[in-house]
């Protein structure tokens, strides 16, 4: 590495996945000296974004697994990496020099438009997720962000629509009274029906633990008609047959909470693609001092002795700090090798012609596909050109559900039913590209025998938002630091005094033009 690093921090974070970086601002926040640090040239880990080249090109990576030194652990593992990955195209790489047989207009024309080399040269307006994530209007992301101050980071965007699909045709979901009132395909007194459950919802205890009634048991005993059940059970609580009636009215309640607080659905969506949430901590840390070294030496390494993690080397470095914050994908193989990973979330991003319910203007849609014989529960969230991830005209559709089998298996109904790849279906959104892999589902990892001043953060999970996230940052942060306050407000550029007045803070956020200090 040709420019070194300071020698001494309180905390070293290894990684820049979205908890990582969370801890990072929260850490350098209340002035801790912080390192984030990264084997990768990218912010993110398996939260980031990419541009159509570098996701087309993506190969999952992770630190080398061989030792330099025999008493330390080189950081990186094999087993919470992303699998499976795999990219396709579906058009020509350039437009053919000979029309296609007169018998075939629609195929020529398509083909025509869009190959492989336009939609390339356009690689930068593209902002694909590895993990996209929406977020509740007022969910515990959305209040962190205003709390602390960090909204001023991020843009975000409404969702405009909530889709399901229901009896073999995608329909709207009511998000509110007026949409309720305004659907053609709800009888008067389904509307009155309706109504009147979400609003006995609100009065419902939502701790009920009453393992032998399920909320499609509840919502059926209700006498609504099987379209309100699809609507309020698939759509508005993201639930299965099977799903308790205590979770059921619980993400109900989350759905109707959030509703009319910034749109006409209870969700917002980050511009430029969720990969901006983790980059926004990030920035906020580097503001209040905190350093970040990407694209670092893939042999990193730590010295442990009597349970506790002494340095990290990079380079010809060592690196000495209080306490770490490891990333999954960077947890030493000896401290993961009995770990068995039995579940992944499977993914599928397309990019396609129009979208899945074309109107006249362009909607940033959430698609909750319900569960098929066979098949698992499918959140699908359609972008277009006005969220910054991809070009005019184009689209970029997100699946995501718990893998069965594999990603291309799990998501075979779905391209049957709603899209086109060879234009037998001209009406249809034509998938131009596909992408597939498997990210581990290790919501809920617990390590044993592990440094006690090393904190684990895990990997992405199935949750609509980031809420969870939030909740695990503050459980290690209070771990970390346990009379220090989580994220407190950082103050506004123009509520800082630069000079004898100046306070710690404003010594450090004089200039936020040079946020993002980085080593490379």
């Known amino acids: 590495m040709e420019n070194q690093l300071p020698t001494n921090f309180d905390v070293i974070v290894i990684g820049t996945g979205m908890l990582e970086s969370i801890l990072s601002a929260a850490a350098s926040r209340v002035g801790k000296n912080v390192l984030q640090i990264d084997c990768n040239d990218y912010y993110g880990g398996h939260w980031a974004s990419f541009n159509l080249k570098s996701i087309h090109s993506f190969s999952p990576s992770f630190c080398e697994t061989q030792k330099s030194h025999s008493d330390h652990k080189t950081i990186g593992n094999t087993i919470f990496n992303i699998q499976n990955f795999e990219t396709q195209w579906h058009i020509p790489e350039t437009e053919p020099e000979t029309p296609y047989l007169e018998e075939s207009p629609q195929e020529t024309q398509t083909q025509r438009l869009y190959t492989q080399s336009k939609l390339l040269d356009d690689s930068r307006k593209f902002n694909i997720d590895l993990m996209p994530k929406l977020h509740f209007a007022r969910g515990d992301f959305v209040e962190l962000l205003i709390s602390s101050n960090i909204a001023r980071y991020v843009e975000y965007r409404s969702v405009s629509r909530v889709l399901t699909y229901l009896n073999g045709q995608l329909e709207v979901v009511p998000c509110s009274r007026s949409d309720v009132f305004a659907n053609n395909r709800v009888s008067v007194i389904e509307k009155r029906m309706l109504m009147k459950l979400l609003t006995s919802l609100e009065e419902i205890d939502d701790t009920l633990n009453d393992k032998d009634v399920t909320f499609k048991k509840y919502l059926s005993s209700k006498k609504l008609s099987d379209s309100l059940i699809h609507f309020i059970l698939y759509a508005m609580a993201r639930s299965t047959d099977g799903t308790s009636l205590a979770k059921g009215v619980k993400r109900t309640k989350q759905f109707l909470n959030s509703l009319g607080r910034f749109g006409k659905t209870p969700f917002l969506f980050s ?142 109904h779905i391209i049957k039913n709603l899209f086109t790849i060879n234009d037998s279906l001209p009406n249809r959104p034509k998938i131009l590209w596909s992408c597939y892999f498997s990210i581990p589902l290790i919501s809920d990892l617990k390590l044993e025998d592990v440094p006690e001043n090393m904190f684990v953060c895990s990997g992405p999970d199935m949750d609509l938002d980031y809420d969870s ?52």
């Open 271 to 412: 511009m430029y693609g969720s990969g901006e949430t983790p980059q926004a901590f990030c920035r906020l840390s580097a503001v209040f001092g905190g350093i970040f070294a990407l694209n670092q030496e893939p042999q990193l390494s730590i010295k442990v002795e009597n349970n506790s993690l002494k340095f990290l080397r990079t380079g010809e470095q060592e690196i000495k700090a209080d306490k770490f914050v490891v990333g999954a994908e960077y947890f030493p193989q000896e401290f993961v090798k009995a770990v068995d990973v039995k579940d992944y979330i499977a993914r599928a991003i397309f990019i396609t012609d129009q979208s899945v319910m074309p109107t006249d203007h362009e909607h940033l849609t959430l698609l909750m596909y319900p569960p098929e014989e066979g098949k698992n529960i499918v959140t699908i969230i359609e972008t277009g050109s006005h969220t910054g991830t991809c070009p005019k005209n184009f689209f970029l559709v997100h699946l995501i559900a718990k893998q069965l089998r594999t990603p291309k298996d799990d998501f075979q």
């Open 469 to 520: 996230v939030i909740r695990k940052g503050k459980n290690i942060f209070q771990m970390m630091y346990p009379d220090l306050e989580f994220l407190p407000r950082a103050p506004d550029p123009e509520e800082i005094i630069i000079g004898e007045q100046s306070t710690s803070e404003g010594a450090v956020m004089n200039n936020e033009a040079n946020e993002t200090s980085h080593v490379q």
